[in-house]
């Protein structure tokens, strides 16, 4: 189904770029200033910390060199200690600050992902697979908490502990510091062969884990039907297909890794092969002290912790990067799908409204033949219409437009004057509820279940409700009433008493239209008539269109209308088309002999 906006064949959800989602992070950590000042000064005080033993170790040595007092050691040794200790309690603090300020960010990028998600157009989540939109609110969001936890705060640390560790060396002698600058143009150029080729890579691994997820799911939400043609082996195959490929991209990276880390290793050696030499040579001409001499490989030798942790860090930050623009990249989705019109039922009168579909088209992304093909229709308001039609006729996708599910290709949908194209989600939801036949039952109790419709509902509410669609008898024998656990793990219901609760749903979502897609065809025989007469308390007072699975309920709307291979080809009331001989008469005579 197409979704609207300007990314409808897009088959998969959006992914931001990393400036993008680097402005998303640095917007929220300004609403924090406190924290996000707190934590960058307790990083820097806790790296110049760090570095101060080695300096004070250069002063024991020139002091050994002039014979000084040996008393000076003890003074140096408690200097040591107080710094040690000092700098310790300052990364503690430094560690603290930033990982609560890395789970603040997390948990807002975590709600306002899930809620982008929940606000998502239908059509949209129908179209990307859920497999996609679970991996990045469940596997994404597990990858970059991880990250925060771990890489942010490591290369953010050692980041800060190479920068001033660097400044101390040019503090000793301006060569001294050119020598270990020398290394990080090595450092530089592992890093830049290593990052261009190993985001892609990730984002291939996190699309490879999203599609194994996609499979696992369908196998498992269709397990009826893949039982019943005996095609267990054939998803079996697909799934492990897909972890097969996860598997090989897991193998790739970690080969690419070794690669970046031999260059890392290459780096070091430079670095460290250019301090001795010239500080050898600077000693020898006399332009520096053996301490300072001793101090500078000292502390390029600092440098290899704070840096091999940048370097092997980075592989969990990238995984982490890759995530974040994964679910950043929802956000923006979820903004370019939002509409500017936010007419709502509100803000029309009150009442039914009428449905006027004109010169609707659609078709499928990737089809040639449109399923829908210049449909005209109208349901006054308050009536009902019932489509039928053999299968493929384009019934479903007929109502799902109505619906508010798809943007059509031509044409328009109103619902009273209002057009359905400039309603976003919520507008739309606020005049058309849809009610299909994969109706579900929610884990938790009975009454929580029914305030998915209406959250402010009291039980006498939700007892009307029940009583309007016939299903208070059963539901008064229930072992606790409303507050009976029902779904996985609760009371086992039949299709009847399912259906039933997903029309005491509609009726607790008082939306002025209703589409109904053959939405009793899985209660059975025995419950139809019962369901036959809940719909029509459901629907009462309320513009109705119907997808008639049985030709029964086809019969009780006020008119009906015929599709046939997309288009409309015939209209009227049951007697009207029965005594026209056409379609629908030839319909009817199939249902009668088969009834």
């Avoid at 992070?25 to 760090?50: D, I, K, M, N």
């Avoid at 050119?178 to 150029?189: D, E, K």
């Avoid at 000292?298 to 994964?326: C, V, W, Y």
Wanted: charged content about 20%; some cysteine; glycine content about 12%.
């Amino acid at each position: 189904m197409s979704t609207t906006g300007t990314r409808a064949t897009s088959a998969i959800l959006r992914t931001a770029t990393g400036r993008e989602a680097t402005r998303w992070v640095a917007a929220h950590t300004r609403e924090v200033p406190w924290l996000t000042s707190a934590g960058v000064l307790t990083t820097v005080a806790g790296a110049a910390l760090q570095v101060v033993p080695v300096f004070v170790l250069g002063q024991v040595v020139d002091g050994v060199v002039e014979g000084g007092p040996r008393s000076v050691l003890v003074t140096v040794g408690m200097l040591m200690v107080a710094a040690a200790l000092l700098g310790s309690a300052t990364i503690a603090a430094s560690t603290y600050l930033i990982g609560r300020l890395g789970a603040d960010l997390l948990a807002k990028l975590r709600e306002a992902a899930v809620q982008a998600v929940l606000g998502m157009p239908s059509a949209r989540i129908e179209q990307v697979g859920r497999g996609d939109v679970l991996s990045r609110v469940g596997d994404d969001v597990a990858v970059v908490s991880k990250g925060i936890r771990t890489a942010v705060p490591t290369v953010f640390s050692a980041g800060v502990l190479v920068v001033i560790a660097t400044i101390g060396m040019f503090g000793l002698d301006w060569r001294l510091g050119l020598a270990g600058a020398a290394a990080l143009p090595a450092y530089w150029l592992a890093l830049r062969w290593y990052l261009p080729r190993s985001a892609p890579l990730y984002q291939k691994q996190r699309e490879a884990q999203a599609d194994r997820a996609q499979a696992l799911i369908s196998g498992l939400n269709g397990i009826g039907t893949v039982r019943a043609y005996r095609l267990e082996n054939a998803f079996r195959e697909q799934v492990t297909s897909e972890s097969w490929r996860v598997r090989d991209l897991g193998v790739e990276v970690f080969r690419f890794f070794g690669r970046f880390v031999g260059r890392e290793n290459r780096a070091e050696f430079i670095g460290l092969v250019l301090i001795i030499v010239v500080g050898y040579l600077l000693l020898e001409a006399g332009a520096v002290t053996l301490g300072e001499a001793s101090v500078a490989p000292l502390l390029f030798h600092r440098l290899f912790n704070p840096l091999g942790a940048i370097m092997f860090t980075f592989d969990e930050a990238q995984k982490s990067g890759a995530s974040l623009t994964r679910l950043v990249g929802v956000l923006g989705e979820a903004a370019e799908d939002r509409l500017v019109g936010h007419a709502a039922a509100g803000s029309a009168d009150a009442g039914p409204y009428r449905v006027t579909v004109e010169g609707l088209t659609f078709s499928y992304p990737g089809s040639e033949h449109p399923v829908l093909l210049d449909v005209d229709l109208v349901i006054p308001a308050g009536g009902s219409l019932a489509l039928v039609g053999a299968t493929g006729a384009g019934k479903t996708t007929l109502a799902a437009l109505i619906a508010g599910i798809g943007t059509p290709q031509a044409g328009s949908v109103r619902i009273g004057s209002t057009d359905l194209a400039g309603l976003d989600e919520a507008g739309v939801r606020a005049l058309v509820s849809i009610l299909t036949q994969e109706t579900h039952v929610f884990s938790g109790s009975l009454a929580d279940d029914l305030r998915l419709a209406a959250p402010e509902a009291t039980d006498a509410e939700l007892m009307d409700a029940l009583r309007t669609v016939g299903a208070e008898p059963w539901v008064a024998a229930l072992p606790d009433g409303l507050t009976t656990m029902v779904g996985e793990g609760g009371e086992r219901l039949d299709g009847t008493k399912v259906a039933q609760i997903a029309l005491a749903r509609l009726v607790l979502g008082r939306s002025p239209v209703v589409v109904l897609d053959e939405s009793t065809a899985e209660a059975g025989s025995q419950g139809a008539a019962e369901l036959e007469r809940a719909v029509s308390a459901a629907c009462l007072n309320r513009t109705t269109l119907l997808v008639a699975h049985r030709l029964t309920q086809a019969m009780a709307a006020d008119r009906i209308a015929v599709l046939d291979a997309g288009r409309v080809v015939e209209q009227g009331t049951h007697d009207e088309l029965v005594a026209l001989g056409g379609r629908y008469a030839q319909l009817w005579r199939a249902w009668q002999d088969g009834s």
